[in-house]
């Protein structure tokens, strides 16, 4: 998961804006005069809609581009330096779902959001040249153009980001400095590979335990269901049982009789809802490919199988109540029940 996290960036820094108001153009000239910053590379997000296919572009200084990112091209022109005013680069999916290539020419119409007004107008259409096709690339998105091009139709006209390349020797503190040139907003976030990749892992992690809160909850469902299930199944069959009584069955043996539907009852769900849920992870992960390359499904065989000891527990436990109910019925009473 790390190397999705960063895949692509090689930049050692990113500045965004923590209420997602975007950053002033301003703070990115100030960023590339902290000592110790090599490159500092705006990057501005705005919407393109070409041949009725809309996409997230990223708009960036091409000529900076390579310093913070690492872009391959896998067909025309393999510098990013290539895109420029009217010249867009964009990834394979996107490729797929338009069927554009290297060399072509399109329609694009510039859309600042779902419900722009003016999207329809002349202005926000501009005939495009598609520079190069990329690898996907989580940094850039789908489509790569000109700062210039898309500053204007971006969110307020601000930067998404800033990502920063720090010179030999001085990534250690330059966050410190970063921030001091900036007023050390606390609206500002200057956040490190590292931080990045935390940042990452954390949302991940909060999936599972969201999981594990539903599961919990499931649970205390499930020894109700089956309480309720023996209940019922003792009532239903009181004559039975005092049949059994009858013909020789000892009070151990209902209550032993019990336990087993029960704990049968427990296994049977815990195996069919164990089965379709390593069959759904396996299904849904096969669909992250393409955002995730390096994603693998690894179920958690050991959880798993403490999981099913669990549910035989909870099948005992479940039968507690109706097994002592059904031992304790009366022999002659059972029988003649209506």
């Given at each position: 998961?790390?190397?999705?996290?960063?895949?692509?960036?090689?930049?050692?820094?990113?500045?965004?804006?923590?209420?997602?108001?975007?950053?002033d153009p301003k703070l990115g000239d100030r960023i590339a005069g902290v000592p110790?910053?090599?490159?500092?590379?705006?990057?501005?997000?705005?919407?393109?809609?070409?041949?009725?296919?809309?996409?997230?572009?990223?708009?960036?200084?091409?000529?900076?581009?390579?310093?913070?990112?690492?872009?391959?091209?896998?067909?025309?022109?393999?510098?990013?330096?290539?895109?420029?005013?009217?010249?867009?680069?964009?990834?394979?999916?996107?490729?797929?779902?338009?069927?554009?290539?290297?060399?072509?020419?399109?329609?694009?119409?510039?859309?600042?959001?779902?419900?722009?007004?003016?999207?329809?107008?002349?202005?926000?259409?501009?005939?495009?040249?598609i520079v190069g096709v990329y690898r996907e690339n989580p940094v850039v998105g789908?489509?790569?153009?000109?700062?210039?091009?898309?500053?204007?139709?971006?969110?307020?006209?601000?930067?998404?980001?800033?990502?920063?390349?720090?010179?030999?020797?001085?990534?250690?503190?330059?966050?410190?400095?970063?921030?001091?040139?900036?007023?050390?907003?606390?609206?500002?976030?200057?956040?490190?590979?590292?931080?990045?990749?935390?940042?990452?892992?954390?949302?991940?992690?909060?999936?599972?335990?969201?999981?594990?809160?539903?599961?919990?909850?499931?649970?205390?469902?499930?020894?109700?269901?089956?309480?309720?299930?023996?209940?019922?199944?003792?009532?239903?069959?009181?004559?039975?049982?005092?049949?059994?009584?009858?013909?020789?069955?000892?009070?151990?043996?209902?209550?032993?009789?019990?336990?087993?539907?029960?704990?049968?009852?427990?296994?049977?769900?815990?195996?069919?809802?164990?089965?379709?849920?390593?069959?759904?992870?396996?299904?849904?992960?096969?669909?992250?490919?393409?955002?995730?390359?390096?994603?693998?499904?690894?179920?958690?065989?050991?959880?798993?199988?403490?999981?099913?000891?669990?549910?035989?527990?909870?099948?005992?436990?479940?039968?507690?109540?109706?097994?002592?109910?059904?031992?304790?019925?009366?022999?002659?009473?059972?029988?003649?029940?209506?």
């Amino acid at each position: 998961m790390s190397r999705d996290a960063l895949r692509g960036l090689t930049a050692d820094y990113r500045v965004t804006e923590s209420a997602y108001l975007g950053l002033d153009p301003k703070l990115g000239d100030r960023i590339a005069g902290v000592p110790g910053v090599a490159a500092a590379t705006p990057l501005a997000s705005a919407g393109l809609a070409v041949d009725c296919e809309y996409a997230r572009v990223t708009g960036v200084d091409p000529e900076q581009l390579g310093e913070v990112a690492d872009v391959g091209f896998t067909s025309g022109s393999a510098e990013a330096e290539a895109v420029g005013p009217g010249r867009i680069a964009i990834s394979a999916s996107h490729a797929r779902r338009t069927g554009l290539r290297a060399g072509d020419s399109a329609q694009g119409q510039f859309v600042k959001g779902l419900f722009d007004p003016d999207a329809a107008a002349p202005a926000h259409r501009k005939k495009l040249t598609i520079v190069g096709v990329y690898r996907e690339n989580p940094v850039v998105g789908s489509v790569i153009g000109d700062l210039g091009d898309f500053l204007p139709y971006a969110e307020g006209g601000r930067y998404e980001s800033v990502l920063v390349k720090a010179g030999p020797g001085a990534a250690a503190g330059l966050a410190r400095e970063i921030r001091s040139a900036l007023g050390n907003s606390p609206l500002l976030q200057v956040r490190s590979r590292e931080q990045l990749t935390e940042e990452s892992f954390a949302e991940i992690a909060l999936m599972p335990d969201m999981t594990y809160g539903l599961l919990g909850m499931a649970v205390v469902i499930a020894v109700l269901g089956v309480l309720n299930t023996l209940a019922m199944s003792v009532f239903e069959r009181t004559r039975e049982i005092g049949m059994l009584r009858a013909i020789g069955l000892d009070r151990a043996g209902i209550r032993r009789m019990v336990r087993l539907e029960s704990v049968v009852i427990s296994l049977f769900g815990a195996v069919l809802g164990i089965g379709t849920g390593v069959f759904l992870a396996r299904t849904g992960g096969s669909l992250t490919v393409s955002g995730l390359p390096h994603h693998t499904t690894a179920p958690p065989w050991p959880r798993l199988a403490l999981f099913l000891v669990l549910a035989l527990l909870i099948g005992v436990l479940a039968a507690i109540w109706p097994a002592r109910r059904a031992a304790r019925l009366n022999m002659l009473r059972a029988i003649d029940a209506r």
